[in-house]
DNA sequence: CTGTTAGCGCTTTCAA
DNA sequence: TTGAAAGCGCTAACAG
């Protein structure tokens, strides 16, 4: 079953089929309909490799993330897919795993598969793999590439924006010691968080005690040991902010064993707005990181450079907009 | 940059650098270790459309899902991936967003990707689609597919015994009076574990009151709801078991709205075990599908019928399991 | 507007 | 063990 005997059934050379599959204007509405019946009748489906190896074009996105179990990447994930599927484009996901060989065997199959684009949103990536598809001509794109480079588009998030939103409405509630719960410091944006914040507080001009500025991990059960250790503290602080939500999660739970209540005692601020945040118990108050945007930006900055061969690549920078729940309340009376 | 170029670059035919790449044992150490040098200095990738369409192997499998950004879906990608991996398969995701039309979408791209083998995680699936694949021999793998087919492999759950689990939990805490949030009664699964639960009630001799048996739709919003409608009968259940996660978590914030306390008050189970659940607030006891067990089934009966030609599929059951976390406790004295 | 035909890059007989 | 060469199914000049 292949282009052939639909070309046999409608009458027509295997080109016609190929043109009415591909939608040319070149082809006479009768003809065209002679062959899409044929296609019908005969269930036929084009065989995507030979049409990639035929044209040249795999009409094929990748998408390398770390780990699809990590709440951040699967609306990354279906916004990406949501927006090539409009621009009649597939996708290829793969998982790195946070490994850095899973790395490599991964971009070996967007290297296999030919595709038209890579959307690299995850940050550990040797050099000489980006080489590999430099030197391929791939368009790249990426989340928050520290060092944007020659011809790969780049997706910057303002961190310091939303860090600095959210240690503005925690003083516009009264919190005059704030702590927080930084990320893993090999990561640049936990790092730029944990900077923004720093910055945010001399701002503001209040005192920044670095033994309020914690260490967490960017998962749960680092934010619950770090809070656990702001909690040691004789005169904690009265609201900490956390580097990413799962942190700020694990913070809630450590916040609950002690005994002590959110937002009453305590309030807390995450950064990403993972779904899980709407579902806490207080509701999270955070930092969203559209993840839609970032999907529907990188797409599209790979799309445009492989359509128009450009060589140079975009740079956008995506705003995140805190999200005011029920984990933040006024200052607790007699604390400071 | 192909075949050619490393056949010439090591000296041997392009049959050789072939046989090289897939490991054919017909070729002398030497002449493969000098192919294989050539391919590294040339960093040269197969085409992996031209294999496919040379070879009549895709080695790649599909996974049709409803919705990445549903929490059960993302384990199952990752555990299917995984062991597709180990296999040296791929895997091709395709979401139908619960959309009968997409479905046909992503059936069209398994088709035309002509995959090897196809896991459809999902329920709603037309017949006629089902039939595209078997006359073209490609093995299916279905989670819980009601009406069990000629030739294709059923992963099904005993949603019963999972619910009997629950039940008996909750008996063995001393609760008299346990109420049900079913899911969408268009969903198989739903149905049967809300069947399950009336049926435990009876062999337990507790009386089954229907007005405790309520609608949900599987997601927080039904929960919440139904839940609300639980507490508004004067003399509410002591426990409550959700026909999924994600109803028990709206659920647990309809009682949190109501001044009550879980497990004090009110006890309550899910099912599913979703990553949230272990964050939630308190923690949800639940009753634990292992994704991971879904998708190594589904994988491997897929590859063995592809790779034995089998014309009958296998079924296998899974057990789901009990996971009591803190959100179930005794019944509260001077309650029935 | 339609047909002919030479590839695309790899696999796989078949011979050697 | 290796090589020559005929496909795999489609696309894209090129001709007409």
């Known amino acids: 079953m292949n282009i052939k005997e639909v070309a046999r059934l409608a009458k027509v050379s295997t080109a ?26 005969l269930k036929f489906y084009p065989n995507t490799n030979a049409r990639a190896l035929g044209s040249g074009r795999s009409s094929l996105y990748g998408l390398i993330i770390s780990d699809i179990t990590n ?28 490994d850095p060989h899973r790395m490599e065997v991964c971009v070996s199959r967007m290297l296999q598969r030919k595709v038209d684009g890579v959307a690299i949103m995850t940050s550990e990536i040797a050099e000489h793999l980006i080489d590999e598809f430099n030197s391929r001509k791939i368009p790249l794109a990426f989340l928050d ?22 240690v503005d409405h925690l003083i516009s509630l009264g919190h005059k010691t704030i702590g927080f719960i930084a990320g893993p410091m090999s990561l ?14 001399k701002r503001n001009n209040l005192k920044l005690d670095l033994q309020f500025v914690e260490q967490g991990n960017h998962r749960t059960d680092g934010g619950h040991e770090a809070m656990s250790r702001l909690l040691d503290h004789k005169a904690h602080p009265t609201a900490v902010i956390a580097s990413n939500d799962m942190t700020a999660i694990g913070a809630m739970g450590a916040v609950f064993e002690r005994g002590l209540h959110i937002p ?12 899980l945040s709407a579902f806490t118990q207080p509701a999270l108050t955070t930092v969203r990181l559209s993840r839609q945007e970032i999907a529907k930006l990188a797409f599209r900055a790979l799309y445009n450079t492989y359509q128009t061969g450009a060589t140079k690549g975009a740079e956008y920078t995506i705003q995140p907009t805190l999200v005011i729940r029920k984990s933040t309340g006024p200052k607790p009376a007699g604390k400071h």
Chains 1, 2 share one sequence.
């Open 264 to 275: 009453q005692d305590i309030s807390i601020v995450g950064f990403d707005d993972i779904e």
């Open 16 to 41: 016609t089929v190929s043109r009415t599959i591909n939608g040319s204007d070149k082809v006479t509405p009768e003809t065209a309909e002679r062959v899409r019946k044929a296609i019908e009748t």
């Open 145 to 166: 590439n520290a060092t944007p480079q020659k011809g790969i588009s780049n997706i910057l998030v303002d961190y310091a924006a939303g860090i600095d939103a959210a």
């Open 188 to 201: 640049a944006s936990a790092r730029i968080r944990k900077r923004a914040f720093i910055n945010a507080l």
């Open 71 to 98: 709440p951040f990447f699967p609306e990354l994930v279906k916004s990406f897919e949501d927006i090539a599927v409009q621009y009649g484009q597939e996708v290829l996901i793969a998982n790195t795993n946070y």
